[in-house]
């Protein structure tokens, strides 16, 4: 089966009902994702290219004006957007059976084929040609196309070009959660996110091994963060809290303590919970008492109500949208006022408390980050230095507390003791094995 053989239905534009036209149009989609996914299993990849370039692309350059490629006579009748989702669907149909398959090279040629001089307008072409151009125009303009791209960047080149590349593996997990985005699109976005984590975390821990070793230390090692050699004290900074009071057993210690309890009584014990341990300064009572008021004002109608699981689950959320951004499209008051006064590393632990209490709210967290670099992706990396200084701690911190790996401090050497001296964290070292899957 070829473009040239696909059979696309249509009828007299004259006898048939808006119905019947809708109708049709769904009927040819669904005949062009069947083909396409027929083929991208059989036919080698130039050949699927070839394809897909002879059903979008060919003829879009003719100047005969009495000539136009089939598949858009089915959508030129006012249908931009049916066309606009056709085109995506194919497209991901293809990309994820490429990614599933290691046929990743050619993803880059899939999305090249949108940009070539014969789609550009010229004052010759006929009017119907104008039309389908600007279509084309339109996609390669609009955030699906920005999104399709993030499947050609290479992990390696992500240190490369603009800083939100270093982040992508957020923007594939909004992907992978909107449901208006065609299945093949989230599934392929779910892959992907996870293939560029499990790199990270195996990165960070080899750099981990590597950097503390004398043997390998004149060795080439990869550090996945940009917080150059700070990050290995950060690594021990983050991982020093074990024991009784550890982020894990004070979490396993709310999760009992709050059962049972009503909406209003587990949003005064939230905010104790997440600000355990936090210093008491000043500043930090400024926006500890910002938070405690936004709570408290949220869901007053269901204050009485005993906390549920579905309830336990959207005041977590709640918490993440007052932290990071609460209309998923610019930073909160409260994530601005933390990053400003220099507080990046007490926010991701507030995060990762949330997380570690509410294991199903990973995926609103994450998509929130989305947000967030989607809002400061049009600023400079000198303009972004706090928020990729947030990130670059996030990464690190739910790579060692919130994944399958466990990561513990050992004293290697012996030091003075003196109540004003602080943790000579250079005495310790950091080991890393696998975590033994437990229900919190």
Known sequence: MTANSLSINQEDPHCVTSNSKQLNVQIAQEEVYSFFVEIVKKLPPEDVLREFKGLFIDGLDLEDSDYIPGIYSIFLDDQEQELHNTLKRCCYIIVNNWKSNRKDKYIQDLVNLFVNENLKIKSNNPPVVKICKSWIENFVNSKDYKDLKLFTTKYEESFKGHWANRYTSYLLIDQSVNDKNPK???EAARRLSKQIKDKFKFELAMYIARSQSAVSS???????????DQALRLIKTIVLKRGVFSHENIAHIFIKQTENQTL??????????????VENQESVEIWRRHFTENLSLWKTNYNQENITKELFLRTCNRVIDCLITENGKEPSSLFIL????GHALTLVILL???ILISRNSRRHLETRIAHLIRFYENYSEEECKGIINFMEIFNITFAIYAENV???????????????????????RVFSQMKVDRKK
Do not use: A, C, H
Not at 406 to 428: A, H, R, V
């Open 338 to 341: 933390l990053l400003n006064q």
């Open 184 to 186: 093949e699109q989230q």
């Open 406 to 428: 466990e990561y513990n401090l050992i004293k290697m050497e012996e030091e003075e003791q003196s109540s004003n001296q602080q943790l000579n964290l250079d005495g310790y």
């Open 352 to 354: 990762l408390k949330i």
């Open 264 to 277: 209003k009584e587990f949003k005064i014990n939230l905010e104790k919970y997440l600000f355990f341990s």
């Open 218 to 228: 004149t060795t080439r090692y990869t550090n996945p963060s940009v917080l150059g």
